[in-house]
């Protein structure tokens, strides 16, 4: 069962993001909860939060959690599935809420990041994602860690069959040949 999350999951999901650490880009625990209650805290933007958080329940016990952020680029912040609990469905079950919850929205353009080195990367390409090209990891802080430095393959999904390209074209989603 996908859910959204609330605010007594913030424990779960703030362990097993530490617990993730090497596979997760971080996300302070202030950030879950903007994405639960859907208000952030201070004065440097808006107050208003435009993520969700869902987690995935599994005979009444939390296995796991996704992290959209919903705006003119929607993304993947974070998705993690427990290691004793991992199944593709699981993951394409939160996947699917997130991008549900997207479209409700008017959204029908996603991506995410993930570490090269990482066998998600086999999960995104099974969920249809399309790798759209690669970036250096971000450090915060000024605090380099070795896994800031690897390569992030970003990746793109759609849910509609054409897209605007960035000069205003509208184009097929897939690789389909046009004859004018």
Not at 60 to 66: A, C, E, S, T, Y
Request: hydrophobic letters at 40%; proline letters at 2%; aromatic letters at 12%.
């Amino acid at each position: 069962m996908i859910r959204k999350a609330t605010l007594q999951d913030m424990q779960y999901i703030v362990s097993l993001s530490k617990k993730e650490s090497l596979c997760l880009g971080f996300i302070p625990k202030v950030a879950y909860e903007a994405a639960i209650t859907g208000y952030k805290g201070g004065k440097r933007w808006s107050t208003t939060c435009n993520d969700q958080l869902f987690v995935c329940v599994e005979n009444n016990d939390l296995v796991g959690f996704v992290m959209f952020s919903y705006g003119k680029y929607s993304k993947v912040n974070q998705i993690c599935i427990q290691a004793d609990a991992r199944l593709i469905s699981r993951g394409k079950a939160l996947l699917s809420a997130g991008i549900s919850h997207g479209n409700l929205r008017g959204i029908e353009d996603f991506s995410c990041g993930c570490a090269d080195d990482l066998p998600s990367n086999f999960f995104w390409k099974q969920m249809g994602w399309v790798k759209v090209g690669e970036r250096q990891g971000i450090s915060h802080k000024n605090t380099w860690k070795e896994t800031s430095k690897r390569k992030v393959n970003i990746y793109r999904y759609m849910t509609s069959s054409l897209f605007v390209n960035d000069f205003g074209l509208i184009l097929p989603k897939e690789n389909v040949e046009i004859v004018i």
